[in-house]
């Protein structure tokens, strides 16, 4: 008969869990006491089923598999020996300590992981950094909440959903049975500025009021719908005029003053954007004066150096004047992308095509940017009375 270690485990007489016998698919068992898993930060993650049943997790993350094996090693010995006790973390870490391994071990964008630094850092640790998770009582949190007030209404929101988010992890490791964040709607925030897409004239005003440099980017931005640090990370070669083709690969982010390079903000940002037709001699013009560099040329530079990417602040040096000029000075840059938006919905594009064109992952995302454009209604109400009109 076949021994069973104090967890109920079948075991050999070498302390190896045995492998099963049936004739099923054995594929990613476990060997050994407890598991390993490597998390997408390349972290790695142990956990073993105890002799109370449970799963119980380490305490933090480790560098190494064998760091990893280390810990289950010690927790079997014990179990072994009749040492081992009951415990389903480790009580005494504080919410900054497990704040920043859960921040660790999480594949972010350099920008988002800087950003949720600063949420800490600013906002959540000087509150509840030197508590324990168990600590942590809705009513905490609610007079927390009320005590950042309502003038920032997206920063607050922001920073209740990162503490939520930590917290439901810290449930599901057995740090806390319960998520005290239970505010119904904080972690939402509505939109404080309110999208007025540009007129067809509006728009030809802008571009006609902005440096001619940046006239292309412009057009590009809001024809195209494609985000500032994918504008200003395009390149020669991103460009196929031949099929009238944008073929989106990079964006570039600034995180504390450095520009860095990685992939769009979502994997649906990587993406082939077709061209509007009547944009490719103006786009044919900008790469024959313009570019330099060759192949990996960028197509908007900085103005003093071709070879570095351009700075939002450089771009609000012209663009604010422009946007006055054309009689929208409520207009912001990203507002060029919402008109894209709108632009294409307005030809009949299903919200599929509206979400690959614009890079978006989920229909919620792409509907942020349906806006009604001025005198569309009139047109659907037309449209309406011909279908009656067919039928008599």
Known sequence: MPDRDIGGNLVTLTGRRRAPTSGGNTKGRKEGFGSVRVLPSGRVQARYTGPDGLTHHAPTTFQTKGDARAWLALHHA????????????DSSVTFGRYAATWIADRPLKPRTRYHYQQLLDQRLLPRFGSL?????????????????????????????????SILATAVHDELISANPCHIRGAGNSK???????????ELAALVDAMPQRYQPMTLLAAWCGLRFGELTELRRKDVDLTNGVIRVRRAVTRVAGEFVVGTPK??????????PPHLVPMLREHLSKNITGGRDGLLFPAAGDPT???APASLYRVFYPARRAAGRPDLRWHDLRHTGAVLAASTGASLAELMARLGHSTPQAALRYQHASKGRDQEIAALLSKLVEAKQ
């Open 191 to 201: 939109r404080v500025h309110k999208v007025t897409t540009l007129t067809l004239g």
């Open 132 to 164: 324990r998770p168990a600590q942590i009582t809705p009513d905490m949190v609610r007079a927390w909440h009320a005590d950042m007030g309502d003038s920032t209404p997206t920063l607050r929101a922001h920073c209740y959903g990162l503490l939520r």
């Open 308 to 310: 570095k990417h351009l």
């Open 266 to 275: 979502s994997d649906a940002g990587v993406r082939d954007v077709a061209v």
């Open 78 to 89: 014990e179990i072994i020996s009749g040492k081992w006790k009951p415990r389903t973390a």
